[in-house]
C-alpha cells in the first residue's frame, strides 16, 4: 500500500464513514466478541450464572497455571536485567542518528501515568492494611502475627514486590521486544511481529496471524472489562464511605452506564485533547498529594517502615518469585499476586506497543531506565508513603482502617483514610479524587477502545479511529460485563469479580507472552543483531496520546 493510499484509508477511519463488511477482520472480530457478547447476554438474564462461572474460572486458572504466570515472569525480569547492564544498552533504537521525540520528563510522565494512574492509588492504601491486619488470612501459613511491626514490615515487602521492579519489567520486556522489531528491524507494528524471530514470516498471515491477534485483543477486551469494573466498584465505595450513600444495583447501573457512555461516544463529541490535557493534571494532583502527605504525616516512620519493606523484599525475592500458592497459600498469592501478575501480562502486549512508541531515539539502556527503572522506584516511594500513613493511622488509633475493610470491602479504606487527613484536608481532596479517577480511567479506556476497534480492521494501524460502529459495539458488550460483575460479582472481598476478570485476562494472553520470551532469546542471543537500520520503518508511527493503555486495576 502507498503513502497516499494509506493516508486515505486512515482518512476514511479517523472521519467515522460507512463500515463496510469486507473490512472487518472476521477471524479476529468473531470469536473474540463471542466470547464478550455472550458474557454481557448471559449477565443480564443470569447474573448468578455468569458471576459464579467466572469465579470458577479465577480459581482453575491460578490453581493450575500459577506457576506458569511465575515462570514466565521471572524470565521477563532476567531478561530485563541483562539488556539493563549488558553492552546492548547502549543499542539506540531507531539507529545511532535516532533523536527521541519527547523531553525526558514528558517521556517519563507518559510512561508513569500510563501505567499507574488509579491502580497504585486504590491499592497503596487498602493492600498495606489488608496484608496488616491478615484480614482474609493473608499471614496464616507464613507464621506472622498480624498488626504487629513484623505485620507491617512485611506488608510493605510485599506491596514493593507486586507494584515495582518484578511487574514493571513485564511491560518493559515486551516494550523493548517491540521497540527493536519496529524501529531496528523495520517489521510492521504489531503483536505478530514479535513472533517472526521464531516463526518467521508466515505468522504475520493467514490463520495463524489471526488467532494471535484475537487472542491478544481478547486479553485486552477483557483487561478494559475489568478496569471498567474496578472504577465502578472503587467510586461506589468513595460515594458510600465519604457521602454515605447505599450501594444499589441502579446505582451501580447509573456509575457504570455513565462510563461507558462518556469513553465509547467522546469522539463523537471531541473530548479526547481535552481529557487527555486532565489526564495529566490528574498526575500533578497526585505528585502534590504525595509530597503532602510525606511532609505532613508520620515522616520518619515513612522512612524507617520503608526501608525494613526494601530489606524484606530483597530477602524474599526468589522465594516469593516462584511460589506459585504453595509457599504463602491461596489468600496471599492466588488473591493478590497472581491476580496482579494475570493483569499486567493481560496489558503487556498493547502497553508494550505504546512504550515502544514513546521511545524513539534512546537507548535501551535509558528505555530500560525510564520504563523500569524509575517507575519501580516510584512505587517503593508511593508505597511507603501511603501505605506507611494508613498503618500508622492504623496504630495509632486515628480511625481504625483495618474495620472499614471488613465492613466496606477491599477498597473501602482509601476513602477513611482521605477523610482522615491532617487539617481536614479530606473533604477536599475526596470529590476532587472522585472525579479524577473517573476523568483519568474515561481517558485511557477511550484510547484501549480504539485499540480494540483498531485490530478487528484490516489496513488500519493500531491507535488509528476505527469506524464508530465497532466502537460502539464493543463498549455496549464490555460495558454491560462490567456492570454485572461490579454489582453481583463482589463477593467477601467486595472486588472477587476484578480479580477473576483479571485473571481471565492474563490467562488469555498468557501463553503469548511465554512464546514471546523464547522469541525475545533467539532474537537477542542467536540472531544478527541490528544496530543501524537500512530503511524507514514500515507502517506509520502513530500518535501517542492515542496508545494511552487503561491503567492497572
Keep these: 500500500m502507498s503513502n497516499k493510499q494509506e493516508s486515505k484509508g486512515n482518512k476514511k477511519f479517523n472521519q467515522g464513514t460507512k463500515l463496510e463488511k469486507n473490512a472487518i477482520r472476521w477471524e479476529v472480530f468473531a470469536p473474540a466478541y463471542l466470547v464478550i457478547g455472550s ?42 536485567v541483562i539488556m539493563m547492564f549488558s553492552k546492548y544498552g547502549n543499542i539506540r533504537l531507531g539507529g545511532r542518528n535516532a533523536k527521541p521525540k519527547f523531553s525526558f520528563g514528558t517521556w517519563f510522565a507518559m510512561t508513569l501515568t500510563g501505567g499507574v494512574a488509579t491502580g497504585i492509588v486504590t491499592w497503596g492504601v487498602n493492600e498495606p492494611l489488608i496484608y496488616y491486619g491478615n484480614v482474609w488470612g493473608e499471614l496464616n501459613t507464613l507464621g506472622i502475627e498480624p498488626n504487629t511491626t513484623q505485620a507491617a514490615v512485611f506488608a510493605m515487602a510485599r506491596s514493593f514486590y507486586n507494584w515495582t521492579f518484578v511487574p514493571y519489567a513485564i511491560y518493559a520486556f515486551c516494550g523493548l521486544l517491540v ?102 493534571m490528574n498526575a500533578w494532583f497526585y505528585y502534590f498529594l504525595l509530597a503532602l ?23 524474599n525475592f526468589f522465594r516469593w518469585g516462584l511460589d506459585p500458592i504453595d509457599i504463602g497459600g491461596e489468600a496471599l498469592t492466588m488473591y493478590w499476586t497472581l491476580f496482579d501478575w494475570a493483569f499486567w ?19 535501551i539502556r535509558e528505555y530500560m531506565i525510564v520504563n523500569w527503572i524509575l517507575p519501580s522506584i516510584f512505587g517503593i516511594v508511593w508505597f511507603s508513603v501511603w501505605g506507611g500513613s494508613a498503618i500508622h493511622m492504623q496504630t495509632t488509633g486515628v480511625v481504625d482502617l483495618i474495620n472499614v475493610i471488613n465492613e466496606g470491602g477491599a477498597v473501602a479504606a482509601l476513602w477513611a483514610f482521605l477523610d482522615n487527613l491532617p487539617f481536614g484536608l479530606g473533604r477536599i481532596i475526596i470529590p476532587f479524587n472522585i472525579v479524577v479517577i473517573l476523568v483519568s480511567f474515561i481517558t485511557a479506556a477511550d484510547a484501549t477502545l480504539t485499540n480494540i476497534g483498531s485490530m478487528c480492521m484490516k489496513d488500519v494501524p493500531i491507535g488509528t479511529e476505527p469506524p464508530a460502529m465497532v466502537k460502539v459495539v464493543w463498549g455496549v458488550a464490555l460495558g454491560a460485563v462490567a456492570i454485572v460483575m461490579a454489582a453481583f460479582g463482589g463477593g467477601v472481598q467486595g472486588v472477587d469479580g476484578v480479580k477473576a476478570l483479571a485473571a481471565a485476562s492474563g490467562f488469555v494472553v498468557l501463553f503469548i507472552f511465554a512464546i514471546q520470551l523464547v522469541s525475545f532469546f533467539k532474537c537477542w542471543f542467536m540472531d544478527r543483531i541490528i544496530e543501524e537500520p537500512d530503511d524507514e520503518p514500515s507502517g506509520e508511527i502513530m500518535k501517542s496520546e492515542t496508545l494511552v493503555p487503561v491503567a492497572e486495576e
Design 39 to 80: 458474557a454481557a447476554v448471559i449477565g443480564i438474564v443470569n447474573k448468578e450464572l455468569l458471576t459464579t462461572s467466572v469465579m470458577n474460572f479465577f480459581f482453575w486458572s491460578l490453581r493450575n497455571f500459577g506457576w506458569l504466570f511465575q515462570w514466565t515472569i521471572m524470565a521477563a525480569f532476567v531478561f530485563t
Design 179 to 280: 521497540a527493536y522489531i519496529y524501529f531496528n528491524k523495520r517489521e510492521r507494528l504489531a503483536v505478530t511481529s514479535t513472533l517472526k524471530p521464531l516463526f518467521g514470516e508466515k505468522v504475520t498471515k493467514g490463520l495463524f496471524a489471526g488467532i494471535v491477534d484475537m487472542l491478544a485483543m481478547l486479553g485486552l477486551a477483557i483487561g478494559i472489562t475489568t478496569g471498567i469494573t474496578m472504577c465502578i466498584t472503587l467510586v461506589m465505595s468513595g460515594l458510600k464511605g465519604a457521602y454515605g450513600i447505599e450501594s444499589s444495583v441502579p446505582l451501580f447501573a447509573g456509575i457504570g452506564i455513565f462510563i461507558i457512555c462518556m469513553f465509547t461516544f467522546s469522539s463523537y463529541v471531541g473530548l479526547e485533547k481535552g481529557l487527555a490535557r486532565l489526564g495529566k
Design 293 to 315: 502527605l510525606f511532609v505532613t504525616g508520620p515522616t520518619v516512620y515513612i522512612l524507617r517502615i520503608g526501608t525494613a519493606g526494601v530489606a524484606e523484599w530483597l530477602q
Design 345 to 363: 501480562v493481560g496489558f503487556a502486549p498493547v502497553t508494550g506497543i505504546f512504550l515502544a512508541m514513546i521511545s524513539y531515539g534512546r537507548t
